[in-house]
């Protein structure tokens, strides 16, 4: 397949995508919080909450795997994203880490269908043109070495954050 065919932007509620994974940007803690994190908590119920506390944590840039509960999605991929800190804290590294591991989980679990939120562009304040570039670059990487992901939506919540990822997507993949 084409792999701009393996690439998606939706303006929707990411806890409603029928796909087989979610990622959630969640905290080092991993025991929930405002933005997407408390969307995907909220929707799966309180069994998320109760899995989440058995796994001690994660580490920025790393990522952890939970079933998904009450979500159509049969799993969770929590990953914690860099706080914006200006841009010489290694933030985009970290970012690229992001989605490096959270797809490195969703191929050790068969998982063929994934959606991203936009991490760290909420309350992390990462600039979202910059992270959606990065989002974009190291997705079309990954995909074209590893051909079991068959398609990764981008969920972004309104219409602005849709725009600058069509954007990113189109520089990255070169789609009209
Ligand atoms: P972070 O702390 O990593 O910045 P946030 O949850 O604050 O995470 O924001 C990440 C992105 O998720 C933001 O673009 C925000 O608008 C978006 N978002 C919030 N709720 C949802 C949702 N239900 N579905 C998809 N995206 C969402």
């Not at 939706?10 to 990622?23: F, N, S």
């Not at 969307?39 to 952890?64: D, K, M, S, W």
């Not at 979202?128 to 972004?156: H, M």
Request: aromatic share 8%.
């Amino acid at each position: 397949m084409d792999i701009k065919e393996r690439i998606e932007i939706i303006d929707d509620d990411i806890t409603r995508q029928p796909v087989h994974a979610i990622v959630n940007a969640a905290n080092s803690s991993l025991l929930g919080g405002g933005g997407v994190d408390g969307a995907i908590h909220r929707a799966a119920g309180p069994q998320l909450l109760a899995e989440c506390r058995t796994l001690g944590g994660c580490p920025t840039g790393q990522a952890r795997i939970t079933k998904g509960y009450n979500l159509p999605a049969k799993y969770v991929i929590h990953t914690v994203g860099p706080v914006w800190e200006g841009g010489d804290q290694n933030e985009d590294r970290l970012l690229e880490n992001c989605y490096r591991n959270a797809l490195k989980l969703a191929v050790e679990h068969d998982i063929r269908t994934i959606a991203f939120p936009s991490i760290s562009t909420g309350i992390y304040g990462f600039p979202i043109e910059r992270a959606s570039r990065i989002a974009a670059k190291t997705v079309k990487a990954i995909l074209e070495q590893e051909q079991r992901i068959e398609k990764v939506f981008f969920v972004c919540f309104g219409q602005h954050d849709y725009q600058v990822y069509q954007e990113a997507v189109k520089e990255v993949f070169g789609t009209e």
